[in-house]
């Protein structure tokens, strides 16, 4: 029986009824966002404005009625202006957080992401980087143009190293993305270690009253090459794991 099987049995009707509560909260709130913010995607600068009123609303429903806080450490570790932030994936969570946790956040996302009706429209003009990992070496190197466009700005740019969402205790496989990134775009290259999984889950509606924590993590050494990159940054992330 694993950890969310555990969890999902030994909840209170009370947290399932909060959780559908919830997702239907969720939902209405991001549909009247998308209606009512379309005069918004005139420019990146309003997209990015109605993107974080979406997201604090969501952390407003989260904290209300799913019971689900957040705390954010290190924030002294984020640079001023241009910046990579390498996060742990572990919900869906955590894309919302970014609008608030950074000024001008530009994520890599898969490209499938921007096919969501309405919602798509708003990441396209937010400047999100899709990612179509079927191109190979066409698609990286269209992140990467993407990517040096971004830090021009003065962005922040966020990449999940493993690609994807990927449960707690799971050990899966960095992307060379992350690398490739970090070895061209010559910026600081910040780690950021979170607790979403439990309490959110990958996938699941069930959501666990408590608290999520953000870890921003000293950035790590310029100049190093991608597999002591790689192994710098897990060993990082893995050693700020944050309990469960």
Request: aromatic share 8%.
């Amino acid at each position: 029986m694993t950890e969310v099987q555990m969890s999902e049995e030994q909840v209170s009707l009370g947290t399932w009824i909060r959780s559908w509560l919830y997702l239907v909260a969720f939902v209405t709130w991001s549909f009247c966002c998308c209606v009512v913010f379309l005069p918004l995607l005139v420019s990146r600068p309003s997209t990015l404005v109605a993107c974080r009123i979406w997201a604090g609303g969501i952390m407003v429903l989260a904290r209300i009625v799913a019971g689900i806080k957040s705390t954010t450490e290190g924030r002294e570790h984020l640079p001023q202006g241009a910046c990579i932030v390498a996060a742990q994936h572990q919900a869906s969570y955590e894309t919302f957080r970014m609008f608030i946790e950074l000024e001008r956040p530009v994520m890599v996302l898969k490209q499938e992401l921007t096919w969501i009706p309405m919602i798509g429209w708003y990441m396209y003009r937010a400047g999100m980087v899709p990612i179509n990992r079927g191109k190979g070496v066409t698609a990286m190197r269209k992140m990467l143009r993407a990517a040096d466009a971004a830090l021009a700005r003065g962005d922040q740019l966020v990449i999940f190293p493993e690609g994807t969402r990927t449960l707690h205790g799971v050990r899966a496989p960095y992307r060379p993305g992350v690398a490739a990134i970090y070895s061209h775009c010559k910026v600081p290259l910040i780690p950021m270690a979170l607790n979403s999984g439990r309490l959110w889950g990958k996938t699941r509606i069930l959501k666990l009253p408590g608290t999520i924590t953000f870890k921003f993590l000293p950035a790590l050494p310029a100049g190093l090459q991608k597999d002591a990159m790689l192994t710098e940054l897990r060993t990082r992330l893995e050693a700020a794991a944050l309990p469960q």
